[in-house]
């Protein structure tokens, strides 16, 4: 019996999920997550997300998807569709509390093509994270 691929589910094809833990309040990661700034380092260049349920926006790189789900300070899910996708993969990012003054921030991705776009979303994931705390980090020296 073969392995299953790292990543891979039966409902929601490959997914990925990566997380950090930031020394910041939610609303705080939130605002700028939302952002142009922020936008630009997890959903591509663009000047506004209109943020309620169904509405369509295009980056400008030309991804292109829907808001699914917004509760303010907590969560946002949408589709997401660089352009050369055969079909759009559904991003989701959840910002939980930690301990006093501290958030985790993860995003997790699902409807994934193959193991190989799982393992390019995880860099892309791993590196937001990254850019975001260090946004954080300036805010709080």
């Known amino acids: 019996m073969e392995a299953k691929p790292?990543?891979?589910?039966?409902?929601a094809g490959f997914q990925v999920g990566v997380r950090k833990t930031l020394a910041a309040e939610k609303g705080l990661i939130w605002s700028y997550l939302m952002s142009p700034a922020g936008l630009g380092i997890w959903l591509g260049k663009m000047n506004e997300l209109d943020l309620a349920p169904k509405m369509?926006?295009?980056s400008e790189d030309g991804a292109v998807g829907e808001v699914r789900v917004?509760?303010?300070?907590?969560q946002i899910r949408l589709t997401w569709q660089p352009e050369g996708w055969d079909k759009p993969s559904t991003i989701q990012i959840r910002l939980i509390d930690a301990t006093e003054g501290?958030?985790?921030?993860?995003?997790?991705?699902e409807n994934?093509?193959?193991?190989?776009t799982r393992a390019q979303m995880k860099k892309r994931w791993e590196q937001s994270l990254d850019q975001l705390a260090g946004y954080i980090d300036t805010l709080n020296s």
């Open 56 to 58: 369509k926006y295009r």
């Open 70 to 74: 917004v509760k303010p300070n907590e």
């Open 112 to 116: 994934l093509g193959n193991q190989q």
């Open 6 to 11: 790292v990543g891979l589910t039966q409902a």
């Open 102 to 109: 501290r958030t985790t921030v993860s995003f997790h991705q």
